[in-house]
């Protein structure tokens, strides 16, 4: 006979595991369950965030930050250090600790909030709503479970380039480049965008000459244009080669390298090798291996589990949440959405309001932003009045040695109700949270300007920002 649950968790990435714990804490049995596992065959809950994205990508940019500031920002500070030198080995061991140790938080918050973990891969193998959902489980805790609601959060995985497969060892996705084992003397990365340039980052601090092929015309399209032109300029000045307009007509993985032929925006051929190639050009959800069609699980055109706007599927008891539904691909978003689906399974009204979904970019300077873009209210016919305050003019980012960028807000010019707020500087993924709830409880620009900001701090450059939108800033 199956284990019989209140819920059953397919997956434990962001939105799973969270999914899993909240509903727990509102009195469900849940079962969560996740095949991803370590190389020592321990479970490893978490999902593609923690084991090969934001978690393990973010220890390599702060391994590579330190090395950065090491060679070169630190003789500043009368720091002199010589030999300088970079055991990739290690860097990549304290990588894996720092994943290790979130895996086994996760573990911990099940055994604390009273959730089963079951170790293996699930699928639909039949049942109903009315007598509950059944799941078959293949791996190390095989076995059958039963359960009256159903959360799939199966997230997504990367899309190859057409002709170049993805192989680890030359072409990489975004797994193959947190575990590149030395530093490439010459690196190319497809697609800017979020994984491409925080990869291409790391990799360029510690000595690679990173060529970064983008596809569309404009740089960080989805970001402000005024912050994606401040970013690019930033980011050449750095050392990353970024070309836009790209057309990859080939790409040929030998022993000793990869070869890349391109389409420059004119149309002219150009070419060039490389040591490894990182490819990020998007992600795919990852509906595969689910047996949706067992039990008539609806699957849209894109290979997404069908939701309505509260996550529900086309099957009655059965949600899905994160990369694996419509929506932004980030792993707040899918924790957002994992905790509001528990509440609506308990009858509680759960909230999800992608129009204050932060995004965040980790590269250095980091970028943020939240809320609608410059270019979207003019196309939208918004009338709008915009602020913005440069980190140059701030003491805190002065005594840090990172002035570059600035804060941006965008307000309605007949509410003031502000529509966006945008960061490029330093530490902007923190910056960020005073954006997002201002936007939540429908704030003004004034309102911002009228709260006392410690001194000296970076979020005194938020505060002018709004000051700019009345045209009355203080420190410019």
């Known amino acids: 006979m199956p284990d019989t649950y209140d819920v059953a968790v397919i997956g434990a990435g962001p939105g799973g595991y969270i999914a899993a714990i909240r509903a727990a804490q509102l009195g469900f049995s849940v079962a969560c369950i996740d095949d991803w596992t370590r190389a020592d065959g321990k479970p490893a809950p978490g999902g593609t965030c923690t084991n090969v994205g934001c978690i393990p990508s973010k220890a390599l940019l702060q391994s590579s930050e330190h090395y950065e500031h090491a060679g070169h920002a630190f003789a500043e500070h009368g720091i002199d250090v010589k030999g300088l030198a970079i055991d990739v080995g290690r860097m990549l061991a304290r990588k894996e600790k720092v994943v290790a140790q979130n895996n086994d ?58 002709g170049a497969p993805f192989d680890s060892v030359r072409v990489l996705d975004n797994a193959g480049a947190l575990t590149i084992p030395e530093v490439p003397r010459r690196l190319g990365v497809v697609g800017a965008g979020v994984i491409g340039l925080e990869m291409g980052s790391v990799w360029r601090r510690l000595g690679a000459e990173v060529t970064v092929l983008e596809a569309l015309p404009a740089f960080l399209g989805a970001a402000d244009e005024a912050v994606a032109k401040e970013a690019q300029k930033l980011f050449a000045r750095q050392g990353l080669a970024i070309h836009l307009g ?18 420059d925006a004119g149309g002219a051929a150009q070419s060039a090798a490389f040591d490894r190639l990182i490819v990020s050009i998007g992600r795919v959800p990852n509906t595969e291996g689910l047996n949706a069609a067992a039990v008539g699980l609806a699957i849209d055109e894109r290979g997404f589990v069908a939701v309505d706007g509260e996550c529900r599927t086309n099957l009655p008891q059965v949600w ?10 980030l792993a707040h978003k899918a924790e957002e959405e994992g905790v509001a689906v528990a509440e609506r399974i308990a009858g509680q009204h759960g909230h999800v309001d992608f129009d204050t979904v932060p995004w965040v970019i980790y590269t250095s300077p980091e970028i943020a932003w939240v809320g609608r873009t410059e270019q979207q209210l003019k196309a939208a016919g918004v009338a709008y009045r915009a602020g913005s305050f440069p980190f140059a003019a701030n003491g805190r980012a002065r005594a840090l040695g990172d002035t570059s960028g600035f804060v941006k807000i965008l307000a309605d010019a007949a509410t003031d109700r502000i529509l966006g707020v945008h960061v490029i500087g330093p530490f902007a993924s923190e910056l960020i949270a005073e954006g997002v709830v201002a936007m939540e409880f429908g704030a003004s620009s004034e309102d911002l300007a009228r709260i006392c900001h410690a001194h000296p701090s970076l979020s005194e450059a938020t505060k002018e920002a709004a000051l700019a939108v009345d045209k009355r800033t203080l420190n410019l």
């Open 246 to 263: 790209v057309s990859i007509t080939s790409v040929k993985a030998g022993r000793s390298g990869v070869k890349v032929d391109w389409n």
């Open 105 to 162: 938080g996760i573990l911990y918050l099940f055994r604390k909030n009273k959730v089963k973990f079951v170790h293996g891969r699930g699928a639909f193998a039949g049942g109903s709503a009315k007598d509950g959902w059944l799941l078959a489980v293949e791996g190390p805790q095989a076995g059958e479970i039963r359960a009256k609601h159903v959360i799939v959060a199966t997230g997504s995985k990367p899309r190859p380039l057409p």
């Open 320 to 329: 899905a949440v994160g990369d694996v539904v419509r929506g932004p691909m």
